[in-house]
Structures are given as structure tokens and as C-alpha cells.
């Protein structure tokens, strides 16, 4: 190693541009940012999605649809997850506790149980909801299902 062959870390130089550093850097005396108006003074941020007067997108577009704030939503979970689950817990009782300790749902997480698929075990399903041919299914199968 010698010094001619000596170069900086890589990515330890910058080439940006330096800018407002005198007329010599071909960028001083105004600093690229024109002559006077609110845009060539400090302290200047403009407005999120503000389009030069111009009507803004958000302003333009047409709104639509309600979200209901009351509205309850609930985790779908059907017949065939739930055999599936079943089949390798062998529990007997299905309850809110065993989904969470199963993580098929959330702690905060509201569950109905939903009429797809098949039961073929006898088991108590103890949740928030049930679709009316879901609970004709488990109490087909033996089993009861409970509103909690």
C-alpha cells in the first residue's frame, strides 16, 4: 500500500451537490430556490396535498358508503375448523379460552360459529354467536351450543 493507492472507506463520501456554498459551486446566490416568494424562505413546508390551487384529489373525488360506528363485528369460524380443532385437542368443550390458547382468535375478538363443513363430534360450544344451521349441525352431532 502506498499513497497513491490510498481511497476512502466505501460509502464514506458523499457526492451530493453542496449547495449555498458561494458562487464558485455554480450553486450560491439564490440556492436554487428562485427568487423571492414563500418557497425561497425558511420555515416554508406546504400543505399535505395541496395541488397549487388547484382542486385537491381528495377534494375532487366524490365520497361514498357509511361505516356504521355501532357496528359488532365477529370471527368467522366454520363447522370443519372446528372438527379439525377438536380432533386434535380432543376436547369435549369448546369455550372462548380454548380458541385463544389455540390462537384462532384474539383475547378482544368476538366469535360466531358459522354452518360450512361437517361434525361428527359430540362437543359443548360455549361462544359469542352461531348461525342457525351451525347450531342445528352440533346439536345433530349430540353436542349443545351455548350463547355467552
Do not use: C
Not at 481511497?7 to 428562485?34: C, D, E, F, W
Not at 369435549?92 to 384474539?106: D, F, G, Q, R
Not at 375478538?109 to 361437517?118: A, C, H, Q, S, Y
Amino acid at each position: 500500500m502506498e499513497l497513491h493507492n490510498l481511497k476512502p472507506a466505501k460509502g464514506s463520501v458523499k457526492k451530493g451537490k453542496r449547495i449555498a456554498r458561494g458562487q464558485g459551486s455554480g450553486r450560491g446566490g439564490t440556492s436554487t430556490k428562485g427568487h423571492k416568494g414563500a418557497q425561497s424562505r425558511t420555515g416554508y413546508s406546504r400543505a399535505v396535498g395541496f395541488e397549487g390551487g388547484q382542486m385537491p384529489l381528495q377534494r375532487r373525488v366524490p365520497k361514498f358508503g357509511f361505516r356504521n360506528p355501532n357496528r359488532v363485528e365477529y370471527v368467522g369460524i366454520n363447522l370443519d375448523r372446528l372438527q379439525d380443532f377438536v380432533t386434535r385437542t380432543k376436547a369435549k368443550e369448546v369455550t372462548m379460552a380454548s380458541l385463544i390458547e389455540a390462537k384462532m382468535i384474539k383475547k378482544t375478538e368476538l366469535v360466531k360459529i358459522l354452518g360450512r363443513g361437517e361434525l361428527t363430534s359430540k362437543v359443548d360450544v360455549k361462544v359469542n354467536a352461531f348461525t342457525k344451521t351451525a347450531k342445528e349441525a352440533i346439536e345433530k352431532a349430540g353436542g349443545s351450543a351455548e350463547t355467552v
